[in-house]
Protein backbone atom coordinates (compact mmCIF):
# COMPACT_ATOMS: atom_id res chain seq x y z
CA UNK A 1 0.00 0.00 0.00
CA UNK A 2 1.72 3.91 -1.02
CA UNK A 3 1.89 6.76 0.75
CA UNK A 4 -0.88 8.33 -1.55
CA UNK A 5 -3.49 5.43 -0.80
CA UNK A 6 -3.27 5.87 2.96
CA UNK A 7 -3.04 9.09 3.33
CA UNK A 8 -5.81 9.53 0.80
CA UNK A 9 -8.51 7.94 2.96
CA UNK A 10 -6.57 8.05 6.11
CA UNK A 11 -7.44 11.73 6.59
CA UNK A 12 -11.06 11.82 7.10
CA UNK A 13 -11.46 8.61 8.87
CA UNK A 14 -12.46 8.69 12.76
CA UNK A 15 -10.35 5.80 13.23
CA UNK A 16 -6.73 6.34 14.50
CA UNK A 17 -4.13 6.03 12.26
CA UNK A 18 -0.50 6.40 12.08
CA UNK A 19 2.67 5.11 10.01
CA UNK A 20 5.75 3.80 11.80
CA UNK A 21 9.17 2.94 10.10
CA UNK A 22 11.53 0.62 10.32
CA UNK A 23 13.10 2.55 13.99
CA UNK A 24 9.26 2.79 15.49
CA UNK A 25 9.10 6.10 14.89
CA UNK A 26 6.43 8.24 13.55
CA UNK A 27 6.21 9.06 10.12
CA UNK A 28 2.36 9.93 9.50
CA UNK A 29 -0.64 10.04 11.93
CA UNK A 30 -3.77 11.33 11.32
CA UNK A 31 -6.17 13.94 13.33
CA UNK A 32 -8.22 11.21 14.52
CA UNK A 33 -5.16 9.58 16.35
CA UNK A 34 -3.44 12.91 17.49
CA UNK A 35 -6.71 14.45 18.91
CA UNK A 36 -7.40 10.90 21.25
CA UNK A 37 -3.88 11.29 22.03
CA UNK A 38 -3.76 15.02 22.53
CA UNK A 39 -0.76 15.58 19.80
CA UNK A 40 -0.10 18.47 17.53
CA UNK A 41 0.35 16.72 13.88
CA UNK A 42 3.77 17.79 13.93
CA UNK A 43 4.81 17.40 17.49
CA UNK A 44 3.51 13.21 16.64
CA UNK A 45 5.98 13.15 13.98
CA UNK A 46 9.23 11.40 14.59
CA UNK A 47 8.50 10.43 17.96
CA UNK A 48 8.62 6.86 19.24
CA UNK A 49 5.86 4.79 18.97
CA UNK A 50 6.55 3.55 22.61
CA UNK A 51 6.28 7.68 23.96
CA UNK A 52 2.81 7.96 22.24
CA UNK A 53 1.01 4.66 23.07
CA UNK A 54 3.60 3.99 26.27
CA UNK A 55 2.92 0.35 26.44
CA UNK A 56 5.87 -2.46 26.45
CA UNK A 57 3.69 -5.08 24.91
CA UNK A 58 2.82 -3.07 22.07
CA UNK A 59 6.01 -1.78 21.10
CA UNK A 60 7.45 -5.75 21.23
CA UNK A 61 4.56 -6.37 18.98
CA UNK A 62 5.16 -3.77 16.44
CA UNK A 63 8.92 -5.08 16.11
CA UNK A 64 7.73 -8.91 15.93
CA UNK A 65 5.36 -7.13 12.94
CA UNK A 66 7.99 -5.93 11.28
CA UNK A 67 10.05 -8.73 11.47
CA UNK A 68 8.16 -11.37 10.89
CA UNK A 69 6.43 -9.35 7.73
CA UNK A 70 3.01 -10.35 9.60
CA UNK A 71 -0.59 -8.38 11.50
CA UNK A 72 -0.44 -8.30 14.97
CA UNK A 73 -3.70 -7.55 16.88
CA UNK A 74 -2.62 -6.03 20.64
CA UNK A 75 -6.49 -6.39 22.82
CA UNK A 76 -7.17 -3.95 25.70
CA UNK A 77 -4.73 -1.95 25.56
CA UNK A 78 -5.15 1.44 28.22
CA UNK A 79 -4.20 4.42 26.88
CA UNK A 80 -2.25 7.35 28.56
CA UNK A 81 -4.21 9.41 31.37
CA UNK A 82 -3.07 12.56 30.45
CA UNK A 83 -5.43 13.25 27.43
CA UNK A 84 -7.56 9.91 26.65
CA UNK A 85 -8.90 9.47 30.20
CA UNK A 86 -7.71 6.17 30.49
CA UNK A 87 -9.63 4.57 27.40
CA UNK A 88 -8.70 0.87 26.20
CA UNK A 89 -7.94 0.41 22.39
CA UNK A 90 -7.35 -2.62 20.52
CA UNK A 91 -4.28 -1.85 18.14
CA UNK A 92 -4.04 -3.25 14.57
CA UNK A 93 -0.61 -3.15 13.32
CA UNK A 94 0.41 -4.29 9.64
CA UNK A 95 3.23 -4.26 7.45
CA UNK A 96 3.73 -1.82 4.55
CA UNK A 97 6.31 -1.85 1.44
CA UNK A 98 9.66 -0.21 2.69
CA UNK A 99 10.32 -1.75 6.21
CA UNK A 100 7.14 0.42 7.57
CA UNK A 101 3.86 -0.15 9.64
CA UNK A 102 0.77 0.85 10.09
CA UNK A 103 -0.86 1.00 13.08
CA UNK A 104 -4.46 1.18 13.71
CA UNK A 105 -5.94 1.94 17.05
CA UNK A 106 -10.05 1.26 17.72
CA UNK A 107 -11.83 2.48 20.79
CA UNK A 108 -13.41 -0.09 22.58
CA UNK A 109 -17.35 0.14 22.87
CA UNK A 110 -17.29 -0.42 26.80
CA UNK A 111 -14.88 2.24 27.19
CA UNK A 112 -16.88 4.95 24.85
CA UNK A 113 -19.96 3.69 27.20
CA UNK A 114 -17.96 4.86 29.95
CA UNK A 115 -18.24 8.30 28.89
CA UNK A 116 -21.25 10.10 29.79
CA UNK A 117 -24.31 10.60 27.28
CA UNK A 118 -23.66 14.41 27.23
CA UNK A 119 -19.39 13.82 26.68
CA UNK A 120 -19.62 11.69 24.19
CA UNK A 121 -22.15 13.57 22.36
CA UNK A 122 -19.63 16.87 22.67
CA UNK A 123 -17.35 14.95 21.08
CA UNK A 124 -19.08 14.06 18.81
CA UNK A 125 -19.95 17.18 17.60
CA UNK A 126 -16.90 18.78 18.32
CA UNK A 127 -15.36 16.13 15.56
CA UNK A 128 -17.50 17.43 13.56
CA UNK A 129 -17.41 21.10 13.34
CA UNK A 130 -13.47 21.38 13.38
CA UNK A 131 -13.11 21.65 9.52
CA UNK A 132 -15.86 23.77 8.85
CA UNK A 133 -14.05 26.48 11.84
CA UNK A 134 -10.82 25.72 9.62
CA UNK A 135 -12.69 26.86 6.47
CA UNK A 136 -14.41 29.78 8.14
CA UNK A 137 -11.52 31.00 10.13
CA UNK A 138 -9.57 30.72 6.21
CA UNK A 139 -11.75 32.90 4.78
CA UNK A 140 -12.40 35.60 7.17
CA UNK A 141 -8.43 35.93 6.94
CA UNK A 142 -8.57 36.77 3.21
CA UNK A 143 -11.03 39.01 3.58
CA UNK A 144 -9.31 41.10 6.60
CA UNK A 145 -6.25 41.22 3.96
CA UNK A 146 -8.81 42.57 1.80
CA UNK A 147 -11.00 44.74 2.75
CA UNK A 148 -9.87 48.19 3.61
CA UNK A 149 -12.43 49.76 5.15
CA UNK A 150 -11.46 49.31 8.83
CA UNK A 151 -15.03 48.40 10.96
CA UNK A 152 -15.29 45.87 7.95
CA UNK A 153 -11.81 44.36 9.27
CA UNK A 154 -13.06 45.03 12.71
CA UNK A 155 -15.74 41.98 11.97
CA UNK A 156 -13.31 40.32 10.16
CA UNK A 157 -11.01 39.98 12.88
CA UNK A 158 -14.34 38.88 15.26
CA UNK A 159 -15.15 36.04 13.21
CA UNK A 160 -11.16 34.71 13.43
CA UNK A 161 -11.00 35.31 16.81
CA UNK A 162 -14.34 33.45 17.51
CA UNK A 163 -13.20 31.02 15.26
CA UNK A 164 -10.29 30.35 17.16
CA UNK A 165 -12.51 30.00 20.68
CA UNK A 166 -14.81 27.14 19.10
CA UNK A 167 -11.62 25.26 17.80
CA UNK A 168 -9.93 24.90 21.24
CA UNK A 169 -13.18 24.35 22.89
CA UNK A 170 -13.73 21.55 20.34
CA UNK A 171 -10.41 20.59 21.08
CA UNK A 172 -10.91 20.18 24.66
CA UNK A 173 -13.41 18.52 24.24
CA UNK A 174 -11.91 16.05 21.66
CA UNK A 175 -9.10 15.59 23.84
CA UNK A 176 -10.77 14.27 27.30
CA UNK A 177 -9.39 17.56 28.95
CA UNK A 178 -12.13 17.94 31.44
CA UNK A 179 -10.31 20.95 33.60
CA UNK A 180 -11.12 24.50 32.77
CA UNK A 181 -7.88 26.73 32.65
CA UNK A 182 -8.02 29.01 35.14
CA UNK A 183 -6.71 32.95 35.01
CA UNK A 184 -8.76 35.99 36.41
CA UNK A 185 -12.22 37.22 34.17
CA UNK A 186 -13.05 40.20 33.87
CA UNK A 187 -17.25 39.57 33.72
CA UNK A 188 -17.35 42.61 32.34
CA UNK A 189 -15.32 42.85 29.35
CA UNK A 190 -16.97 39.08 29.05
CA UNK A 191 -20.48 40.94 28.76
CA UNK A 192 -19.59 43.87 26.40
CA UNK A 193 -17.68 41.29 23.91
CA UNK A 194 -21.34 39.03 23.91
CA UNK A 195 -23.11 42.68 23.28
CA UNK A 196 -20.26 43.07 20.64
CA UNK A 197 -21.01 39.24 19.11
CA UNK A 198 -24.75 39.69 19.25
CA UNK A 199 -25.14 43.34 17.79
CA UNK A 200 -23.16 41.79 14.51
CA UNK A 201 -25.49 39.51 13.56
CA UNK A 202 -28.52 39.64 10.89
CA UNK A 203 -31.55 41.34 12.49
CA UNK A 204 -30.22 41.79 15.85
CA UNK A 205 -32.13 42.73 19.04
CA UNK A 206 -31.72 45.65 21.48
CA UNK A 207 -29.17 44.79 23.82
CA UNK A 208 -29.67 46.62 27.83
CA UNK A 209 -26.89 46.75 29.75
CA UNK A 210 -27.51 46.69 33.87
CA UNK A 211 -24.04 46.29 35.50
CA UNK A 212 -22.87 46.11 39.31
CA UNK A 213 -19.60 47.75 39.52
CA UNK A 214 -18.69 46.48 42.57
CA UNK A 215 -18.01 43.42 40.95
CA UNK A 216 -14.67 41.87 41.15
CA UNK A 217 -12.49 39.62 39.22
CA UNK A 218 -13.74 36.03 38.97
CA UNK A 219 -11.18 33.22 38.67
CA UNK A 220 -12.39 31.06 35.67
CA UNK A 221 -11.99 30.12 31.70
CA UNK A 222 -12.53 32.64 29.82
CA UNK A 223 -13.64 30.70 26.87
CA UNK A 224 -15.78 28.81 28.40
CA UNK A 225 -17.44 31.62 30.41
CA UNK A 226 -17.98 33.25 27.05
CA UNK A 227 -19.74 30.51 25.68
CA UNK A 228 -22.02 29.91 28.41
CA UNK A 229 -23.45 33.40 28.22
CA UNK A 230 -23.16 33.52 24.34
CA UNK A 231 -25.33 30.13 24.23
CA UNK A 232 -27.97 31.81 26.75
CA UNK A 233 -27.72 34.99 24.35
CA UNK A 234 -28.57 32.72 20.91
CA UNK A 235 -31.10 30.96 22.46
CA UNK A 236 -33.06 33.91 23.74
CA UNK A 237 -32.91 35.70 19.98
CA UNK A 238 -33.90 32.20 18.13
CA UNK A 239 -36.65 31.79 20.58
CA UNK A 240 -38.06 35.37 19.43
CA UNK A 241 -36.78 37.99 22.18
CA UNK A 242 -36.65 41.47 20.24
CA UNK A 243 -34.77 42.71 23.74
CA UNK A 244 -32.24 41.52 25.71
CA UNK A 245 -30.85 42.50 28.84
CA UNK A 246 -27.20 41.97 30.05
CA UNK A 247 -27.67 42.12 34.29
CA UNK A 248 -24.63 41.75 36.55
CA UNK A 249 -25.27 40.90 40.85
CA UNK A 250 -23.57 40.25 43.46
CA UNK A 251 -25.56 37.47 45.86
CA UNK A 252 -25.21 37.08 49.73
CA UNK A 253 -25.94 33.52 51.26
CA UNK A 254 -25.99 31.40 47.88
CA UNK A 255 -26.43 27.83 47.97
CA UNK A 256 -24.42 26.05 44.69
CA UNK A 257 -25.11 22.20 44.87
CA UNK A 258 -24.13 21.27 48.55
CA UNK A 259 -21.99 23.98 49.28
CA UNK A 260 -23.29 27.17 50.87
CA UNK A 261 -21.01 30.47 49.90
CA UNK A 262 -20.75 33.50 51.41
CA UNK A 263 -20.56 35.59 48.30
CA UNK A 264 -21.61 34.63 44.89
CA UNK A 265 -21.29 36.64 41.45
CA UNK A 266 -24.76 36.32 39.00
CA UNK A 267 -24.72 36.90 35.19
CA UNK A 268 -28.25 37.46 33.63
CA UNK A 269 -29.31 37.25 30.26
CA UNK A 270 -32.53 38.16 30.67
CA UNK A 271 -35.01 38.49 27.30
CA UNK A 272 -38.64 39.83 26.17
CA UNK A 273 -39.30 36.33 24.15
CA UNK A 274 -42.55 33.60 24.40
CA UNK A 275 -40.79 31.76 27.48
CA UNK A 276 -39.86 28.30 27.77
CA UNK A 277 -42.12 26.05 26.49
CA UNK A 278 -43.55 24.04 29.96
CA UNK A 279 -43.41 20.70 28.61
CA UNK A 280 -39.03 21.03 28.46
CA UNK A 281 -39.05 23.01 32.09
CA UNK A 282 -37.91 19.58 33.71
CA UNK A 283 -35.53 18.39 31.49
CA UNK A 284 -34.52 21.88 29.62
CA UNK A 285 -31.12 21.14 30.42
CA UNK A 286 -30.73 17.11 29.01
CA UNK A 287 -28.75 16.76 25.97
CA UNK A 288 -30.58 16.88 22.82
CA UNK A 289 -33.53 18.44 24.19
CA UNK A 290 -34.54 21.26 22.61
CA UNK A 291 -37.70 23.42 21.89
CA UNK A 292 -37.05 24.04 18.18
CA UNK A 293 -37.40 21.80 15.25
CA UNK A 294 -33.66 22.16 13.83
CA UNK A 295 -32.12 22.85 17.61
CA UNK A 296 -28.88 20.15 18.95
CA UNK A 297 -30.06 20.30 22.41
CA UNK A 298 -26.72 20.95 23.39
CA UNK A 299 -26.23 24.29 23.52
CA UNK A 300 -27.76 24.66 27.39
CA UNK A 301 -26.25 20.88 28.33
CA UNK A 302 -23.07 22.03 27.59
CA UNK A 303 -23.12 25.49 29.70
CA UNK A 304 -24.34 23.49 32.58
CA UNK A 305 -21.32 21.81 32.35
CA UNK A 306 -19.18 24.49 32.28
CA UNK A 307 -20.97 26.12 34.85
CA UNK A 308 -20.16 23.09 37.44
CA UNK A 309 -16.38 23.08 36.34
CA UNK A 310 -16.16 26.41 37.71
CA UNK A 311 -18.92 25.12 41.12
CA UNK A 312 -21.19 27.46 39.72
CA UNK A 313 -25.19 26.71 38.66
CA UNK A 314 -27.34 27.70 35.66
CA UNK A 315 -30.92 28.52 37.03
CA UNK A 316 -33.33 29.93 35.15
CA UNK A 317 -37.19 31.84 35.90
CA UNK A 318 -39.68 31.97 32.91
CA UNK A 319 -42.84 33.49 32.20
CA UNK A 320 -44.08 34.53 28.34
CA UNK A 321 -42.34 38.07 27.82
CA UNK A 322 -39.54 38.10 30.22
CA UNK A 323 -37.28 34.72 30.75
CA UNK A 324 -34.06 35.06 32.97
CA UNK A 325 -31.22 32.55 32.43
CA UNK A 326 -28.43 33.10 35.36
CA UNK A 327 -25.04 31.80 35.62
CA UNK A 328 -24.05 31.76 39.31
CA UNK A 329 -20.36 32.11 39.96
CA UNK A 330 -18.98 31.34 43.69
CA UNK A 331 -16.92 33.98 45.28
CA UNK A 332 -13.65 33.39 47.61
CA UNK A 333 -14.38 33.85 51.30
CA UNK A 334 -11.21 35.97 50.78
CA UNK A 335 -12.89 38.03 47.84
CA UNK A 336 -14.34 41.71 49.51
CA UNK A 337 -17.44 43.17 47.42
CA UNK A 338 -19.21 46.16 48.10
CA UNK A 339 -22.66 46.16 48.82
CA UNK A 340 -24.84 45.03 45.39
CA UNK A 341 -25.83 48.34 43.66
CA UNK A 342 -27.50 48.98 40.34
CA UNK A 343 -24.05 50.03 38.48
CA UNK A 344 -24.40 51.17 34.83
CA UNK A 345 -27.58 50.97 33.23
CA UNK A 346 -28.59 52.24 29.57
CA UNK A 347 -30.76 51.15 26.69
Known amino acids: ?24 RVEWINPALAELLGLGLRHAQGQPLASLLRDAGVVEQA ?34 DAGRLLVEVHVLAESASALSPLSATLRGFAHEVKNPLAG ?20 AGMVIAEADRLTALANRLLHH ?32 HDYDPSLPDVNGDADRLQQVMLNL ?10 T ?13 GERMFRSALRLDVIDDGPGVPAALRDTLFEPLVSGRADGTGLGLAL ?3 IAH ?33 SGRSDG
Do not use: K
Open 63 to 96: GRSLAEQRSVQCRGVALPDTQSGGLRVDVALQPL
Open 244 to 256: LTLRSRVEHGVRL
Open 303 to 305: SRE
Open 309 to 341: EHDGELRYVSRPGETVFSLYLPLPPRVGVAASS
Open 1 to 24: MSDWQIRGWAEQMSTGLAVVDGQL
Open 177 to 208: DGAPRLGPVNLHQLLERLSDLILAEPSPPRVR
Open 136 to 155: LRGAAQLLHRRLDDADMQAL
Open 233 to 242: ARNAVEAGAR
